[in-house]
């Protein structure tokens, strides 16, 4: 088994976390103070606008921008949960027998849904409770939900929907009809729905119980202050990122969670106490005086994951574009030239890129459509190795992916759930000089500019002096390399031409000014 461990950075304004397996950083999360993550909070809004045509509405709940709200979420029906539940943080959690494939009758609840129109169910004005399902990402605002759900250590709570169901994760039958039993059981009277998280295996009644309680109790309290509350405003506040993981993904195969945060580690201390007490001892306080990232090598994994290129151990790399649409993740031999024949050299690169895509797209969080240009195998038993390799090392994701076969052209297209910002956006903001477009006009387009702007102005500048103000490095070549086209400005304008190199100028800006 490998070493697992959970190292967490805490200060005033920012809390770091990484995932390492034998010391290899697997995952990262970043919670920063003034854009602390919002999904899962509950908040009253009102309604700001309603869009027939879209069939969807927009609600102000107090952030940046309105939460966006379908019309498919508005609605209490199972299936409409269910749905729901498929593009949420939470899909883990949900039940085989509630999935919105080959069900009986799934067609007409489709039609019933489509069916009914967002403005028979709101109003611009309208005050309406809902949750975040999927945080703001980009310029998008927030994906929103009246589908409250709460989730605790074992279940999860669903007071909108009357359904029982038992995570798809766990797959023992009996276990699974013993579950079932316990929360039907002992949920309260039309206290809404429950389903038993892959975490409640093997757990006693009272302990499946008494996490029902909590979260009942929970939102009884939301209900409350929801009622004398005037929108738009916060009215529940997930955990910190800290405490989400140690609800979450904490478990008795982790060798120890070290925090270098004396508050936070008592915070978490007890918080474990209560929820898992048989691995309370795993939470450990660093009190070391090197930073803990780079103590336990966080620091430098952490920055790698941020460039483009990635090396594996043969000598192959992965190239990794992150775009608007969709990630590209191209392969390439690189420095790896084999010891036999091609096929085997490219089968061994593709079988070593999987495991490390497959890490990455974990620890970059990247999500939507992800497209895999392998490098092309000749012998389809090769492909289908691939294939197989990249669909067992998706299981260890948490978030839900799906994969489509190699294409005549090498290409692996596949989707990975999307619910919070990447790694990349997270962390790095858009360059000020090139405007997001990774790229600079070059030197000798920037000079051709500069020649067209003089020959349209020449009939004004009348044989005056013209100074040319442009960034130094524009400036210095056409005084070297692009000295022609200096010569072609001097004959436009027939009169005295000065060069200024200004270094607050960006490269493709300048001016043509007439003295």
């Not at 059981?185 to 029902?212: C, H, W, Y």
């Not at 890129?353 to 195998?377: H, N, T, W, Y």
């Not at 492909?383 to 799906?402: C, G, M, N, P, Y």
Request: aromatic fraction near 6%; include cysteine; proline fraction near 3%.
């Amino acid at each position: 088994m490998p070493r697992k461990e959970i190292i967490t950075n805490c200060n005033e304004d920012e809390t770091r976390i990484a995932i390492l397996e034998d010391g290899q950083l697997n995952e990262a999360f970043i919670e920063r103070a003034q854009a602390r993550g919002v999904a899962g909070n509950i908040y009253k809004g009102r309604v700001s606008r309603v869009l027939p045509g879209m069939q969807s509405a927009f609600v102000n709940i107090g952030l940046e921008r309105d939460g966006f709200l379908y019309v498919s979420d508005v609605l209490s029906d199972i299936e409409e949960f269910s749905a729901w539940m498929e593009g949420s943080e939470l899909d883990e959690d949900l039940d085989d027998d509630d999935s919105t494939a080959h069900k009986p009758g799934r067609r007409r609840s489709r039609r019933a849904r489509e069916s009914q129109r967002i403005d028979q169910l709101l109003s611009k004005g309208d005050e309406i409770l809902v949750q975040i399902s999927k945080a703001p990402l980009g310029t998008k605002g927030a994906r929103i939900t009246t589908h409250i759900s709460l989730p605790g250590r074992y279940v999860v709570y669903m007071p909108t929907v009357d359904h029982v169901g038992v995570s798809r994760k766990i797959a023992d039958r009996a276990e699974r009809t013993r579950l079932r039993k316990i929360i039907h059981g002992g949920r309260p009277k039309n206290s809404g729905g429950f389903i038993v998280r892959t975490a409640g295996v093997g757990q006693s009644k009272e302990d499946l119980q008494d996490d029902m309680m909590f979260l009942k109790e929970a939102w009884d309290e939301i209900k409350r202050r929801s009622e004398s509350a005037n929108p738009p405003t916060l009215i529940h506040r997930d955990l910190s990122v800290l405490l989400r993981l140690l609800r979450d993904v904490f478990t008795a195969d982790f060798d120890r969670v070290v925090v270098d945060d004396k508050t936070e580690y008592e915070r978490a201390k007890r918080f474990v106490e209560q929820l898992q007490p048989e691995v309370a001892d795993r939470i450990e306080l660093y009190q070391g005086s090197v930073p803990i990232f780079d103590h336990f090598k966080v620091q430098q994994q952490l920055d790698r994951a941020l460039e483009a290129k990635v090396w594996l151990k043969s000598g192959g790399y992965l190239v990794i574009n992150q775009t608007e649409a969709l990630v590209a993740i191209d392969i390439n031999t690189g420095k790896y030239v084999g010891k036999r024949r091609l096929e085997d050299t490219v089968l061994k690169t593709n079988l070593e890129s999987v495991k490390e895509i497959a890490r990455q797209l974990r620890l970059r969080d990247l999500g939507g459509i992800v497209v895999i240009d392998f490098i092309d195998m000749e012998e389809k038993a090769s492909e289908q190795k691939v294939i197989s390799a990249l669909l067992e090392e998706l299981k260890k994701d948490r978030a839900k992916t799906q994969v489509l076969q190699i294409s005549e052209f090498g290409l692996v297209q596949l989707t990975r759930q999307r619910v919070k910002q990447s790694l990349e956006r997270t962390m790095l903001q858009q360059c000020p000089y090139c405007d997001g477009r990774g790229r600079v006009k070059s030197v000798d387009t920037v000079c051709y500019e500069i020649l067209r702007e003089v020959k349209r102005l020449r009939h004004e500048l009348n044989g005056r002096e013209v100074v040319i103000r442009a960034n130094p490095v524009i400036t210095q070549a056409l005084r070297g390399d692009e000295q022609t086209i200096f010569n072609q400005m001097k004959a436009e304008i027939e009169g005295p031409l000065t060069l200024v190199g200004d270094g607050h100028f960006h490269q493709e800006q300048y001016e043509v000014v007439n003295l």
